[in-house]
C-alpha cells in the first residue's frame, strides 16, 4: 500500500524568503507519480507540480520546484520567494499509472508572513 | 479549455435523506475519481470511474455509489445521509491513461443537518 508522510502540520516563513515542505513516501511500486496541489481555504485542489517516477531532473514549475530524492523516497517542495497569497494547505500525493486513486498526505499549513 | 466543474457548490441536507453530486471533467478526460475530505479522516478516495466503468474503489460503504455518462460526466450519490457525512467532496478527472496528472474541481460542500 502507498503511504505518503507530511510530518509538519504548520510552517511559518517571512515573506519573499523561501521555504521547504517535507514529504516523504512508501511504494512497492517501480512507476509512480508524485504531486504537489495547494489548497487555499476556499477550498479547490490547485494542481502545483508534479515529478515522474522515472525523471532524472528535478521538477521545476515557476517559483516552485520538487526536490526528488528517490533513495531516501522524499519528495519536498521548495517555495521560492514567498509571497502573502502562498499562504494556504499544502499536500503531497502520489499515485500510480492507470490508477484513478492519488494517495494524500495529512497536509501542511503554510502561513507567509509579511 | 474549461476546467473541472462540480455542482453544486454548497448543499445543506438532512440526516436519513439522499444527495446526488454532479462533476463534468475537463474535455478529453475520460477518468473521474472522487474524494471525500473532513478534517478528522483527511482526503480519503471513494472510487475511479473511466469510460463508463468503475475502474477502482475506496473503502466506503455501499452508502455511497457513482457512475460516469456517456460525455464522461459523472454523479456521486450518497443515500441514507447521517452526520458524519458532512465533507467536501472534490472530484478529478484526468486522462485515465499512461499521463498521471489529475485536476481538481472546486468541491462541493455538504452539510448534513
Known amino acids: 500500500a502507498q503511504k505518503i508522510t507530511q510530518t509538519q502540520p504548520g510552517m511559518f516563513v517571512q515573506e519573499k524568503e523561501a521555504v521547504t515542505l517535507d514529504c516523504t513516501y512508501d511504494?512497492?511500486?517501480?512507476?509512480?507519480?508524485l504531486f504537489w496541489y495547494k489548497q487555499p481555504s476556499s477550498g479547490e485542489m490547485i494542481f502545483l507540480i508534479y515529478q515522474g517516477s522515472y525523471d532524472e531532473q528535478n521538477a521545476t514549475e515557476g517559483r516552485y520546484s520538487l526536490n526528488f530524492q528517490k533513495a531516501r523516497k522524499s519528495a519536498n517542495l521548495v517555495i521560492s520567494a514567498s509571497q502573502l497569497g502562498d499562504s494556504a494547505m499544502y499536500f503531497c500525493a502520489m499515485r500510480e499509472p492507470n490508477a484513478g486513486k492519488s494517495t494524500f498526505g495529512d497536509g501542511t499549513t503554510l502561513t507567509v508572513k509579511p | 479549455k474549461a476546467g473541472v466543474t462540480q455542482t453544486p457548490r454548497y448543499l445543506i441536507k438532512t440526516r436519513g435523506q439522499q444527495v446526488t453530486l454532479s462533476c463534468s471533467p475537463i474535455s478529453g478526460h475520460r477518468s473521474v475519481s472522487w474524494y471525500q475530505q473532513t478534517p478528522g479522516q483527511g482526503l480519503q478516495f471513494l472510487f475511479e470511474y473511466f469510460s463508463e466503468t468503475q475502474r477502482n474503489k475506496g473503502n466506503f460503504p455501499g452508502r455511497f455509489s457513482g457512475r460516469q455518462f456517456s460525455n464522461s460526466r459523472s454523479e456521486m450519490n450518497v443515500s441514507t445521509l447521517e452526520l458524519g457525512d458532512s465533507a467536501l467532496y472534490l472530484c478529478a478527472s484526468s486522462t485515465g491513461e499512461v499521463e498521471l496528472e489529475q485536476y481538481f474541481g472546486p468541491g462541493t460542500r455538504l452539510t448534513v443537518t
Open positions: 511504494t512497492s511500486d517501480q512507476s509512480y507519480g
